[in-house]
């Protein structure tokens, strides 16, 4: 398996941290003639996003559809409940972090520069991922993992999510975004202690750090 990944990417991060969870071969590579945005990588994914990934010749776009593919063709070990309540509330969490936390975060993300910063779409956006991390709060289990005593999908989605909540916070003089959800600030700080999560969470700091050095 090949996967057009960025290491700064929450959706690239959650397929990485499935793989590793799964302990499952992939080539990370760049998307190809430069960016996601170029001719070459337009004809493997004419969606033109982050990640996609290529099985064989057979392209999958979307995190979403990757993961639950990966689950599909290797089900062991399982990252779904069996339980068909379970996995319903799996997917609750996937779907909070997944458009809830992170449509948030996006538009905290493009108002990093405080010389072009609108405090109004700010405080939109702050108060858009507070209801978030709520609703999280509400759906989470409180343990060492978002649902049961394993690592599923929600994980997946939630610990990239999560980590650009801490990390974007500062910026706008948050440094506790979490304090008001307690099982979440929690859970993230228990799930840390998982390998594979800790992987993840290092390659997001280095990516997050190459690119503050960077200026883009």
């Known amino acids: 398996m090949k996967l057009y990944n960025a290491n700064l990417s929450p959706y690239a991060s959650r397929v990485r941290l499935q793989l590793y969870a799964k302990g499952?071969?992939?080539e990370f590579v760049p998307p190809p003639g430069g960016g996601i945005h170029t001719p070459e990588f337009a004809k493997i994914n004419p969606l033109e996003r982050i990640p996609a990934l290529d099985d064989g010749g057979f392209i999958v776009p979307e995190s979403g559809a990757i993961v639950e593919y990966i689950e599909d063709t290797h089900p062991t070990p399982a990252l779904r409940p069996a339980d068909a309540k379970e996995r319903a509330r799996m997917?609750?969490?996937?779907?909070?972090?997944?458009?809830?936390?992170l449509g948030a975060l996006l538009k905290l993300f493009n108002q990093a520069n405080p010389a072009t910063r609108d405090a109004k779409i700010v405080d939109g956006a702050l108060t858009d991922l507070a209801k978030s991390l709520k609703g999280l709060e509400h759906y989470i289990s409180g343990g060492k993992y978002a649902l049961g005593s394993t690592l599923t999908l929600a994980d997946c989605a939630l610990v990239p999510a999560l980590f650009f909540v801490s990390a974007l916070?500062?910026?706008?003089?948050?440094?506790?975004?979490?304090?008001?959800?307690?099982?979440?600030?929690?859970?993230?700080?228990?799930v840390q202690s998982d390998a594979n999560?800790?992987?993840?969470?290092?390659?997001?700091?280095?990516?997050?750090?190459?690119?503050?050095?960077?200026?883009?």
Do not use: C, N, W
């Not at 997917?91 to 936390?101: K, S």
């Not at 975004?177 to 600030?185: R, W």
């Not at 999560?197 to 883009?216: H, N, Q, T």
């Open 24 to 26: 499952l071969s992939a």
């Open 91 to 101: 997917r609750v969490l996937y779907d909070i972090a997944d458009h809830y936390i």
């Open 169 to 190: 916070g500062p910026l706008f003089g948050q440094s506790d975004l979490m304090g008001a959800t307690p099982k979440v600030k929690a859970y993230f700080a228990a």
């Open 197 to 216: 999560v800790a992987k993840i969470l290092k390659e997001l700091g280095e990516a997050l750090a190459e690119r503050v050095k960077s200026g883009r």
